[in-house]
């Protein structure tokens, strides 16, 4: 992998090459100056903070659940959340030639596997994947949303080839604990704490650029705790720069009430926003930080940017992977991939029905890499003196 030194000056973040193949460590020096031209907009200018539906959120999804935008126009924002709750996880798709439609739209990455093979010839591919409902299906409880032992060996033998990351809402400790391959970049709390491989038993701390919002999250914590203690099935997750409120266990007549208790809480706290996913509400700083910032990040700390001969690759099942998506389209380079059995409005080029998909979509990549490239050993003689 290539790799070259990046100074970010805007962030206040300094880079230095790390030994060993396409690592390159970044050094938090100054939170408070990356927070304040993040404000301004100064890397990328992406979307206003502030807003309740800022960053990812705001486009309702398809299907026969989902309410049309001048239908949602009229309606409270409360009703707005916990109608974009119920559409992130549509439990019936739409009739068979709707999801022809989209199928045709966002064709499935195995089923057209050639034409992946085809974009990713004589380039670099890069590796972006979301955890939950990408790696690990679906679970009730977040704390046993375990990934397979098979998918664990897809995920290293991936990251062997490629330069690879994980890009999630999650907490680094807890995905890592989940994963459990240190020799991975983790973005964790959706891109706003980045960690490379390290030799030691922690990641090495790449980029923070909301460190200076961790009290706020603490306490915007307990007064949710506080807040929804008495909703049954209400639970509060803490991802160290982000929070999670879970509607998943909660009686869906109580999904408003909930809704307008987390959004009393976050009058409290403007320096806070809402997005909204798969039966969750996250909270997070308003800072115009997100997953496909963080994709951006990645990309130049490896000193693939502004360059034609990489192909950034991105798995993601969410509405916050919908940022990263985003990022990819407008760079003309790389390929979206949405985790999805039912039709959503995405920036994903192509589509895989659940984590069984993707586990044989990484395999099939890894196989087409070592064809590619055999080992030394394997290549024909002649071949090995050229
Ligand atoms: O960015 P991701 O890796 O997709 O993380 C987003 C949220 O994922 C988790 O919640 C989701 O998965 C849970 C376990 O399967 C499920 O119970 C929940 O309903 C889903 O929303 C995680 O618990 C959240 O903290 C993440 O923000």
């Known amino acids: 992998m290539s790799n070259q030194d990046v100074v970010l000056p805007d962030m206040g973040i300094a880079a230095a090459a790390l030994p060993g193949p396409g690592r390159a460590l970044f050094v938090c020096r100054g939170a408070a100056g990356a927070v304040s031209s993040l404000r301004r907009g100064a890397y990328g200018g992406l979307g206003l903070p502030g807003a309740a539906d800022g960053g990812a959120g705001g486009e309702p999804f ?3 659940r989902a309410p049309a935008p001048a239908a949602v ?8 959340v916990v109608e974009a709750i119920r559409a992130s996880s549509p439990t019936r798709c739409p009739a068979v030639d709707e999801c022809d439609a989209w199928t045709r739209k966002h064709p499935s990455a195995l089923g057209s596997f050639d034409q992946v093979a085809a974009a990713a010839k004589g380039k670099r591919i890069v590796m972006f994947m979301d955890y939950d409902g990408t790696l690990s299906p679906i679970v009730t409880d977040p704390d046993m949303a375990f990934m397979t032992a098979e998918m664990r060996e897809a995920v290293r033998d991936v990251a062997k080839h490629f330069p690879t ?3 999630t809402g999650r907490c680094v400790e807890k995905v890592c604990s989940f994963v459990g391959l240190s020799d991975l970049y983790y973005a964790g709390s959706h891109g706003m704490d980045i960690k490379g491989p390290s030799s030691k038993d922690d990641q090495t701390v790449l980029l923070q650029p909301a460190r200076e919002f961790l009290p706020v999250i603490d306490k915007a914590f307990r007064a949710l705790e506080d807040r929804t203690r008495a909703t049954p099935g209400a639970r509060v997750e803490h991802n160290k720069f982000c929070l999670s409120v879970h509607f998943r266990c909660v009686a869906e007549k109580s999904w408003s009430p909930l809704a307008e208790q987390v959004k009393a809480v976050l009058r409290d706290f403007p320096e806070l926003k809402l997005t909204e996913g798969r039966k969750v509400l996250e909270i997070r700083p308003s800072i115009m930080w997100d997953k496909g910032r963080a994709v951006e990040f990645l990309l130049k700390s490896l000193g693939f940017d502004d360059r034609s001969d ?11 992977d919908e940022d990263a998506f985003k990022v990819l389209k407008k760079r003309g380079q ?4 949405l985790v999805s059995k039912c039709p959503k409005e995405t920036d994903a080029s192509y589509s895989l029905q659940d984590p069984t998909e993707v586990m044989e979509f990484l395999v099939r990549l890894v196989e087409w890499k070592r064809l590619r490239s055999p080992s ?3 290549r024909p ?3 090995q003196q050229k």
């Open 73 to 80: 126009a009229g309606r409270t924002c409360t009703s707005r």
């Open 334 to 337: 790389g390929l979206g991939i």
């Open 310 to 320: 990489v192909l950034p690759v991105y798995i993601g099942d969410d509405r916050t």
């Open 62 to 64: 398809l299907g026969t």
């Open 376 to 378: 030394p050993s394997a």
């Open 165 to 167: 990351a994980i890009v």
């Open 381 to 383: 003689r002649a071949q």
